[in-house]
């Protein structure tokens, strides 16, 4: 069984900075990309960000230049540095990962449970 567990969202000020951790576990043979997605309420859940094993990086155009992925391998771990946010960058924030569960596995996407963050103005 694979778990991945989001931690670090909140209430926050606008132009305020939050950093989402998300930590894989469980049975994990080898994690190809990482991502972020969001869902605000009432729309459709769209990617934020995502990061390959080999630390390419992709973004919404909304965030570029404000939010930062990175990972720490060593851990199955994701990170996302949210700077300068605003109110529209409220949603829940989930965290997903491209990951085989034993060697002989197909890669599966698996899910976070979703962390909420909170933009006041």
């Known amino acids: 069984q694979v778990q991945l567990v989001e931690s670090g969202g909140g209430l926050v000020q606008a132009g305020g900075s939050l950093r989402l951790s998300c930590a894989a576990s469980?049975?994990?043979?080898?994690?190809?990309?990482m991502g972020w997605y969001r869902q605000a309420p009432g729309k459709q859940r769209e990617l934020v960000a995502a990061?390959?094993?080999?630390?390419?990086?992709n973004y919404a155009d909304s965030v570029k230049g404000r939010f930062t992925i990175s990972r720490d391998n060593a851990n199955n771990t994701v990170y996302l540095q949210m700077n300068s946010l605003k109110p529209e960058d409220t949603a829940v924030y989930y965290c997903?990962?491209?990951?085989?569960?034993?060697?002989?596995?197909?890669?599966?996407?698996?899910w976070g449970q979703g962390t909420q963050v909170t933009v006041s103005s």
């Open positions: 997903n990962a491209d990951l085989q569960a034993y060697y002989y596995s197909d890669y599966d996407r698996y």
């Open positions: 469980g049975s994990i043979f080898s994690i190809n990309a």
């Open positions: 990061i390959t094993s080999g630390d390419s990086t």
